[in-house]
Nanobody, 123 residues
Framework: QVKLVESGGGLVQAGGSLRLSCVAS????????VGWFRQAPGKEREIVSC???????YYVDSVKGRFAISRANAENTVYLQMDSLKPEDTAVYYC?????????????????WGQGTRVTVSS
C-alpha cells in the first residue's frame, strides 16, 4: 500500500513561489497517476493538476501558466511548482495517487491521499 507525505507549504506574499513535494513510500510508484488537489475554507475540494504514468498532465484553468507538475521517479516524488501565487490560491493542498495510472488523470477516482500541506498567500 502506498503512503503519501506532502511538504513545502507555507506563507508567501502574492507573486511569490512555493514548491510542494509529495513523497510516496510502500510501492514502486512509476505506474501510478498522481494528482494535486486543494480545498479552500468554505469551498469544495478541487483538482489543481495531475500527471499520469505516461507523464500526460492536466491543469485547472485557474493555474495554467503558473503551476507546473513533475515527477522524479527515482525519488518517488511528485512536485508542484507554484509561481505567481495569488491570494485565491490559499488552501490546503493534498496529493493523491491511484494505480490506474494510464487513464486521463483528471477523471481518476483517487484512492490514496496524503495529509495535506497548507498554503497561504497574502496580498
Amino acid at each position: 500500500q502506498v503512503k503519501l507525505v506532502e511538504s513545502g507549504g507555507g506563507l508567501v506574499q502574492a507573486g511569490g513561489s512555493l514548491r510542494l513535494s509529495c513523497v510516496a513510500s510502500g510501492r514502486t510508484w512509476t505506474t501510478f497517476a498522481v494528482g494535486w488537489f486543494r480545498q479552500a475554507p468554505g469551498k469544495e475540494r478541487e483538482i489543481v493538476s495531475c500527471i499520469n504514468s505516461a507523464d500526460a498532465t492536466y491543469y485547472v484553468d485557474s493555474v495554467k501558466g503558473r503551476f507546473a507538475i513533475s515527477r522524479a521517479n527515482a525519488e518517488n516524488t511528485v512536485y508542484l511548482q507554484m509561481d505567481s501565487l495569488k491570494p485565491e490560491d490559499t488552501a490546503v493542498y493534498y496529493c493523491a495517487t491511484d494505480e490506474r495510472g494510464g487513464s486521463a488523470c483528471e477523471w481518476i477516482p483517487y484512492e490514496t491521499w496524503g495529509q495535506g500541506t497548507r498554503v497561504t498567500v497574502s496580498s
